[in-house]
């Protein structure tokens, strides 16, 4: 937080010194005062000068230690460096007078030194916490305000959270965010917040009682204020445990949040859409921030041109469009095109992610939403866009193309958007995410529930040599792959071709000599093994938490090979037979019956049941 530390020291007092000084104070006096003239090319962190402040620090003539105390806060104000023990010493020493004046200009002075990396770390190793503790109870506002403005200063080093946390501050520092003092409130949040970034701390800051104190200063007249307590609730948010605390007992933390959303400050607008983000990651929450009026917020945040605004808005509706109840009044709120035009948002890679993640959530659960997505251009942008976004952007593409083809209705505009180009190029990706998301899109638009003769499957056969080799060229690598999930879709993605009746594709599958020694190959596999028991069904159900296949190997046991071995039989089936006018002749029809039937209905439907249900999963 840089110096935070609000310094409450006020003028300095001028007071006639005592009659009866020691010979040594008499001295440090008349230096002290020559050195204070000459000020601009004094060092007094060394030497005489410094000789001369510890002399009057450890006097017993209050009236020195004043002088002292009011000479290293003016000093430390104008100039800030690493010191060492002998500087700290007096000024420790000071701090823990009885005199309300000393502590105030002591405490002032060490909080501007703890503005130094090296200092904070050396104040807290000669035991600053304590009197720094001490002070904050201290009934005198400026002495509250400059310690507690200390102990902040000395919390943003990372070593010295911890030892804050143990040495019994967090209870105090509550109360004094309490304060009527803005300075002090300020401070004391400031605090707070800065001991919210380690998981242990936040425990210990439920603990203290931080939470109430922070969620009822949201609504604070003071931007500083809103911003270290919305920002403290939003790392609060992190931990599970702590969001169902909030859940339970902060009722109204949403509705302040949503209002912080439309603060002047944007910096506060931000930290409340983030905090929202984090709270999101529960259900209660996806729905309380709509039911809250939070999306015409979020959608203004969305728009601006600010990009953490941007990016903290894309990440919060990232979050909320994972409940289904969600979906449609996110898109009835007017979010389709700015998420679609979020996808070319080149300077940023995570705000791409947020929006094409969006994207394929709200398509999830619904046939009308994957219409109205598509219909406001998202294929087309994903089409323009793919082949040359980053690895993590392709992923999240990919995987929303494949949702999008579950549908039976859109699969003919996408097929004729030509969104196959880029899928095939993608399935020889490095990245197995962004190859296994490319194959599935590709073989839930080559599948349907219900054929007929007027399906067009023309757009396989224009790909079927081209790009980068075409779908011959990918079934073959998916065919020859070591990972079974790959062979299982490769296969299955080949039966649905065929059992389109079209015969130029049977032809081309037929006749491919890198298709058929794989195939007869994966059709003897386990010829003899039970087909009870297939795993790959809740295999592709676990991958489906990403949303990808990747490659984790293909040992599922001996029936999801049976499963991959049976589909490849049925290729065979097809293929060797003849088939008149383009339809699956009778024979064949029923004896993909019996097949189904002993293994128990599993074969190409048990694998298109769990590639939708591992591409219907968000995020």
Request: proline share 4%; with cysteine.
């Amino acid at each position: 937080m840089g110096n935070c530390c609000q310094s409450c020291l006020g003028s300095r007092r001028s007071n006639p010194y005592e009659p009866l000084l020691l010979e040594n104070e008499r001295e440090a006096v008349a230096d002290l005062l020559q050195f204070l003239e000459n000020r601009t090319t004094t060092n007094f962190f060394d030497g005489q000068p410094l000789q001369a402040l510890t002399i009057l620090s450890f006097s017993d003539n209050v009236d020195l230690q004043r002088s002292a105390a009011l000479a290293f806060a003016e000093i430390t104000e104008k100039e800030v460096r690493q010191v060492g023990r002998d500087t700290l010493d007096p000024i420790l020493f000071l701090l823990s007078s009885h005199d309300t004046e000393v502590q105030r200009a002591a405490s002032a002075a060490l909080g501007n030194l703890a503005v130094n990396a090296d200092n904070k770390l050396l104040i807290v190793r000669l035991g600053g916490l304590e009197p720094l503790i001490r002070q904050m109870l201290s009934p005198n506002v400026e002495v509250q305000c400059n310690a507690v403005g200390c102990i902040t200063n000395l919390a943003t080093h990372d070593e010295n959270k911890t030892k804050i946390a143990k040495s019994g501050a967090l209870v105090p520092l509550t109360r004094m965010a309490r304060s009527n003092d803005m300075r002090v409130q300020r401070n004391a949040t400031g605090a707070l917040l800065n001991m919210t970034h380690s998981d242990e701390n936040r425990q210990q800051l439920v603990q203290a009682g931080a939470v109430p104190v922070l969620v009822n200063l949201l609504k604070s007249p003071d931007t500083d204020v809103q911003y270290y307590c919305t920002t403290a609730l939003s790392n609060i948010a992190v931990d599970a445990a702590n969001r169902k605390k909030l859940a339970s007992s902060e009722t109204k933390l949403v509705q302040s949040l949503v209002a912080l959303m439309e603060s002047p400050s944007l910096k506060v607008q931000c930290q409340a859409a983030l905090a929202l983000r984090n709270l999101a990651s529960d259900e209660k929450y996806q729905v309380d921030i709509v039911k809250a009026d939070g999306l015409a917020p979020l959608l203004r945040l969305l728009n601006s041109t600010y990009l953490p605004l941007i990016l903290s808005a894309a990440a919060c509706v990232r979050n909320v469009s994972i409940h289904p109840l969600n979906e449609s009044p996110i898109i009835e709120a007017g979010f389709l095109i700015p998420l679609i035009e979020l996808l070319s948002f080149e300077e940023n890679e995570e705000v791409q992610c947020h929006a094409i993640s969006t994207l394929r959530n709200l398509a999830a659960s619904s046939e009308k939403n994957k219409g109205q997505i598509v219909s406001a251009g998202a294929v087309l942008k994903i089409k323009e866009l793919v082949l040359n976004v980053p690895v993590t952007v392709q992923s999240e593409m990919t995987a929303c193309v494949a949702v999008l083809a579950l549908s039976d209705e859109l699969k003919p505009q996408l097929l004729d958007m030509g969104i196959c180009e880029v899928l095939i190029p993608l399935t020889n990706s490095p990245s197995v995410e962004v190859q296994g998301n490319s194959a599935a899109a590709i073989g839930n638009l080559s599948s349907k529930e219900g054929r007929s003769p007027s399906d067009d499957y023309g757009p396989f056969n224009d790909v079927w040599d081209h790009p980068d080799g075409g779908l011959h060229k990918y079934l073959h690598r998916f065919l020859s792959s070591t990972d079974a999930t790959f062979q299982h879709i490769a296969v299955w993605t080949i039966v649905q071709l065929l059992e389109s009746g079209d015969q130029e594709l049977l032809h081309n599958i037929r006749s491919s000599s890198l298709l058929a020694p794989h195939i007869a190959q994966l059709a003897t596999a386990s010829r003899g093994s039970s087909h009870e028991g297939s795993t790959l069904g809740s295999r592709s159900a676990d991958r489906s938490r990403s949303n990808s296949f990747s490659d984790d190997g293909g040992g599922d046991g001996d029936g999801g090979a049976a499963e991959i071995a049976a589909l490849a039989r049925r290729i065979l089936e097809i293929t060797e037979d003849d088939i008149p006018d383009g339809g699956i002749p009778a024979s064949q029809r029923s004896e993909r019956s019996a097949l189904e039937m002993a293994s128990g209905a599993r074969g190409d439907d048990a694998l298109r049941k769990s590639v939708r249900d591992a591409l219907r999963a968000k995020e």
